[in-house]
């Protein structure tokens, strides 16, 4: 098999393009040796999350052109760092799952229980 795998052992899919995430910004949450925050975790972002997140020093609302950011709403999808997913979960707003698009690597951090608790409705299974 070539590529990365997702959390259930199967090709990584494809997390968005509109609006691009990744750390690549390639619309796959791949992850390499330059990603510090290990941006592997695809998620359905919502407004509760994203106030979440911003009131930890990540503000994913306010759009960045320098980074090529366009800001996040409700609804999008993005390759979220694992350690913010994880944090969320801990404080009980973890946003959804998209499994078939969240790299294997997230493994190392969470359990695949968890993410699977967190799946995305809209994910076919």
């Known amino acids: 098999m070539s590529g990365p795998s997702n ?17 690549y910004r390639n619309g796959m949450c791949t992850t390499g040796p330059h990603d510090h925050g290990l941006h592997t975790v695809c998620v359905k972002v919502t407004g509760e999350f994203l106030e979440f997140s911003r009131s ?14 366009p800001g996040l ?18 404080h009980g707003i973890a946003p959804q799952v998209y499994l078939k698009a969240t790299h294997i690597s997230a493994l190392e ?3 695949l229980e968890d993410l699977q608790a ?7 299974s």
């Open 7 to 23: 959390v259930l052992g199967d090709p990584l899919e494809l997390c968005c393009t509109d609006p691009m995430t990744g750390f």
């Open 56 to 69: 930890r020093g990540n503000d994913l609302s306010t759009p960045s052109p320098h980074f090529d950011f």
């Open 73 to 90: 709403i409700e609804g999008d999808k993005w390759c979220l760092c694992v350690s913010r997913w994880k944090e969320a979960l801990d």
């Open 109 to 111: 951090y969470v359990d």
């Open 118 to 124: 967190h799946a995305a409705e809209d994910e076919a």
